[in-house]
């Protein structure tokens, strides 16, 4: 191995969604810090198998009322 050009490997924290934590080796941040993840396996839908629709700031509404007149035909 060539000394000067691999990251620094070195042991963090890391903090699952549901406040489990463990220790393993990283090249993320410094030696000591601490990773929260916001998504793993136990909350993640690719995993749990349960999918949730959410409407966030009325996006569903916002394309129905933008392609509402998508498919009807008007004489003029």
Sequence with gaps: ?????????HEITVIMTDGTEYTTH???GQPG???????????????TGVQRILDT???VAKFNKRF???GTRTKG
């Design 1 to 9: 191995m060539k000394p000067g050009i691999h990251p620094d490997y």
């Design 33 to 47: 810090d601490t990773l929260r993840l916001d998504v793993d396996t136990k909350s993640h839908p690719a995993w």
């Design 26 to 28: 990283s090249c993320y």
């Design 68 to 70: 509402a007149g998508i």
């Design 57 to 59: 700031g009325g996006q």
